[in-house]
């Protein structure tokens, strides 16, 4: 039976950890998969977490069965902050349930638009690379567009397009901040008339928020989502804290739906509660619960918040780092510093990529995009040597 497979690559992203890991130079540079880094290249533990997990530790009583919607302490917990403190049920009409990461909220949210009927999604590319993965897999039809423009600045017209010329059987994918691969956020401006091309049509929204807080600040980064559910009956809400909590390998995310009234809310999880059962049957509870124990305690969240700040201005630090350098051989580094979020992407060939990783040590996806925050005051003149000698 076996023989009737046939080999496939490995992811490319998860594929260069490998890579990068086999790599004995010491200065090698790793701007490959998207995971924090601090000024000494680790990636820790959050002290907030830390601290979270040692009172589970203490007095979790119990590891028996949850269910498939996971922690709703934990989904419950999240809801303010990321629609809102003044009502984040939007008068009952939002709901979530946990889902293993982020991934397992995108896979869910398009398995769930699938059963009702959604059998087109258009995303802007590029686009994190499991996006068109997934949709593969669950035999939904891909559509692109454009995400940017050459200018740099997020392509408007062509989500508008996406958004207005299609119907009821197609969703509309989009970023709610830090967009991955290629930094390029919407502007609020923009948010204003992706909300209004929504509520005009009959397209569906399905908002992936991975990067919440990395961006300008964790209310910064969901204005623009919130614009949208402001004018919307219906919308899916697929939501990471592999990052803004540290959490990558613990598997933390969250899937909300935005309906109509509480009856539809009941219906679209009757259906998310199956599809959830029939994959993973619950997600693993830990991170989660490590999460909401910081949610409902002031201190412990103000020192999460407080170590989400520290992140992002050393991110901010890198981009204007980059920017002040101004260009390195033909690659112009000042759109850098105003992106948002751990990624940009070097307009460089897959070879100029090859000659980065093999000549420099300096590790990035085939796609030139690169994760900012693996560079630090320490590498970044070696980088930018680097890149002005391939890049010419
Ligand atoms: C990335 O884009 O590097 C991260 O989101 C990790 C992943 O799962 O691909």
């Not at 979790?60 to 069965?65: F, L």
């Not at 035999?139 to 454009?146: A, I, K, M, R, S």
């Not at 209004?196 to 569906?204: H, L, R, W």
């Not at 100029?352 to 995009?369: C, D, F, K, P």
């Amino acid at each position: 039976m076996l023989d009737r497979l046939s080999p496939q690559a490995p992811d490319a992203l998860l594929a260069l950890i490998r890579l990068h890991a086999a790599d004995p130079r010491e200065d090698k540079i790793d701007l490959g998969v998207g995971v924090y880094r601090t000024e000494d290249g680790a990636t820790p533990v959050f002290a907030a977490i830390k601290a979270a997990e040692q009172v589970l530790l203490d007095t979790q009583e119990s590891k028996s069965y949850l269910g498939p919607e996971g922690d709703m302490g934990f989904v419950a917990a999240l809801m303010p902050y990321i629609f809102g403190a003044g009502d984040p049920t939007m008068g009952g009409r939002i709901q979530g349930m946990q889902t293993p990461g982020g991934t397992g909220a995108v896979r869910l949210a398009l398995a769930l638009a699938q059963k009702a009927g959604i059998t087109r999604v258009c995303m802007g590319v590029p686009s994190w690379p499991n996006h068109a993965q997934i949709l593969a897999d669950l035999g939904l039809e891909l559509v692109t567009f454009p995400h940017a423009r050459h200018d740099g600045t997020a392509d408007l017209d062509a989500v508008l397009d996406a958004i207005e010329q299609n119907g009821p059987d197609t969703a509309v994918l989009i970023h709610g901040c830090c967009h991955n691969p290629t930094g390029i956020d919407y502007t609020p401006d923009d948010w204003d008339m992706i909300a209004d091309g929504f509520a005009s049509s009959s397209t569906f929204p399905i908002i992936d928020t991975a990067y919440q807080g990395l961006g300008h600040g964790m209310e910064e980064d969901a204005a623009g989502m919130r614009k949208v559910l402001a004018k919307v009956p219906e919308a899916f809400i697929a939501y990471s804290c592999d990052k803004n909590f540290g959490q990558y390998r613990d598997r933390v995310g969250a899937f909300y739906v935005l309906a109509k009234d509480a009856g539809a809310l009941d219906t679209a999880f009757s259906n998310a509660n199956a599809l959830a059962r029939a994959a993973w049957s619950m997600p693993p509870d830990h991170g989660g619960a490590a999460v909401r124990i910081i949610l409902r305690d002031a201190t412990m969240t103000a020192q999460w918040l407080a170590e989400l700040d520290t992140m992002r201005a050393r991110m901010r630090q890198v981009r204007d780092a980059l920017a002040k350098a101004g260009s390195a051989g033909r690659v112009d580094l000042t759109p850098l510093g105003h992106q948002n979020g751990l990624f940009s992407m070097l307009p460089i060939t897959k070879e100029e990529v090859a000659t980065l990783r093999e000549q420099h040590g300096i590790y990035m996806a085939a796609s030139g995009r690169i994760n900012i925050a693996g560079l630090t005051p320490s590498n970044l003149p070696k980088f930018i040597a680097a890149l002005a000698a391939v890049a010419v």
